[in-house]
Each structure stands twice: as structure tokens, then as C-alpha cells.
């Protein structure tokens, strides 16, 4: 068996995810004193937030997803066999190119406000020490086992018919 590098944390699966989504709501809820949050999603975010508000929307107002992860049309879980590493890897150049993936060229300049990206990878690389030491963020990685285990074997992880809030 493959063992991780020494530096890498447990796999953050979906169901980890959820549960920090969760502390944090209960934070923020509490620290502002409201009633309920608006939770934004990106990509594998948008499956934490969906099935997060599904279990509990009693706290959330509203829902919003950016390039939601979706079952697969055509499951094809052996594209994703291999090492579900504990981290991925990759330079701020990779990362915002996996941001524009399926973009049009002739659209990518007018997707990102100009700053937006860099403030972000910023934002980004200052919550790792080792990240931004490398120059290589590190990401969890569970979303790799979560899309083997779940969406492209067709098999939702949440039911959308579960989520009662304004959703965009």
C-alpha cells in the first residue's frame, strides 16, 4: 500500500467536510447572531454545501454552486482508480488553469476580474505555510475518492429533493 508523504493530513472526505461546514455555521451563527447563513460552493464544494444544507436547512437562507459536481452521464469510475493521495499538488500557473478549465479562450480574460484570482491564491496560500514555502499548494484530496466512490459511479451522495432553500 501506498504510504503518503510524513507531512500529509487523513484524507478529507466529503463527510469531514461537512462536519467542519457545520462547526463553522454554528460559529458564525452564533458570533453574529442570525438565524441563518448563505453557504457559496465550488465545484467539490458545491456537493459539501448541497448535502450540508439538505441535513439542515433550517440554517441556511439561501444556496448558491459555481461549477457544480454532478452525476456522471456516462459513470466511468475506472477514470478515476489510482492513488486517492492525501494532498494534491500544484503551482499557482496549474491552479488557475484548472479554474478555467472548459472555458473558451476567447472568454477566459472576462470571467476573472482582473486581481481576483491573485487575492484568492494569496488568500489561499497564506492558510499553508508549506504551501507557500513550496510554491505548491497543497489541497485536500478526499474529493478524489468521494467522485470514484459517488458521482461518476452514478451514484448521488446527496438527494437534491432534500434542499427546501433558494438555490442558484
Known sequence: MEQPPKDNPPIVSTDVAIRDVGAAVDYIMKRRNVPKVTLLGWSWGTSIMAAYTAANNDKVRKLVFVRAAMVAKHAQPDRWRGSARRLSHGNEGERQKRWLNGVPEDKQADLIPAGWFDAWADATWETDPKSKDSGALRAPNGVVQDVRDYWASGKP????????VPTL
Open 157 to 164: 451522495y446527496y438527494d437534491p429533493a432534500d434542499i427546501r
